[in-house]
């Protein structure tokens, strides 16, 4: 976690060449010491930082290079990692589909990682998904005002206010629109 808080820091900071290229060390040391579950990390954050950026052909490859990592691990089994794996593979997926567009694979990834995060109880995972969701509903036209709202009430109950913009800018534009409807701003 110490190097996605890093990468995330550096990115805040501007610093995007810092944060890949402390993702892609987290990266190898993963490949090092043959922890797969460290590279799929490092990859899906790459996701979804690219996403996030509109970078679709270097979605394409992380996506390319994300595969052979889940089916390297898989030959191997994942073991009580499954649902932690699942999680990110389910977001990372739920980041490439976003940047080309296909809101409905980003539901139907987003409700596979959904079953995982559940199952461990990973409630800040969760609320990512929750919000991701969120606007994935709100993209294919859906009435997603109302759960984004709920969304937005965890977050602050549970001091994550971060997440929101970590998650998507886009659901800090959204914020900020139901503030000033409500009256708020």
């Known amino acids: 976690m110490g ?5 995330r820091d550096a990115l805040r900071r501007g610093s995007m060449s810092t944060a890949y290229d402390l993702l892609e060390r987290l990266f190898a040391i993963g490949k090092s010491r043959h922890i797969p579950r ?4 490092a990859l899906a954050e790459q996701m979804r930082l ?3 950026q509109g970078r679709e052909l ?3 490859a ?17 073991g009580i990692l499954q649902g932690l794996i699942g999680i990110q593979l389910g977001l990372a997926e739920s980041y490439h589909c976003a940047v080309r567009n296909e809101w409905q694979q980003v539901r139907d990834a987003l ?3 959904r079953l995982f995060a559940e199952q461990l109880r990973r ?3 969760l609320l990512q998904i929750h919000l991701l969701d969120s606007l994935a509903a709100k993209k294919l036209g859906l009435d997603a005002d109302s759960m984004f709202r709920e969304c937005l009430y965890l977050l602050e109950t549970l001091g994550l206010k971060r997440l929101l913009a970590d998650t998507h800018p886009e659901l800090a534009q959204w914020d900020r629109s139901l503030r000033s409807e409500d009256g708020l701003l």
């Open 62 to 78: 992380l996506a390319a290079r994300l595969r052979q990592v889940r089916e390297e691990g898989e030959g191997r089994g994942w």
């Open 3 to 7: 190097y996605i808080v890093l990468a």
């Open 111 to 113: 409700a596979r990682a």
């Open 123 to 125: 409630n800040k995972d």
């Open 58 to 60: 270097s979605c394409e």
């Open 38 to 41: 460290l590279c799929i990390t």
């Open 50 to 52: 690219s996403a996030l």
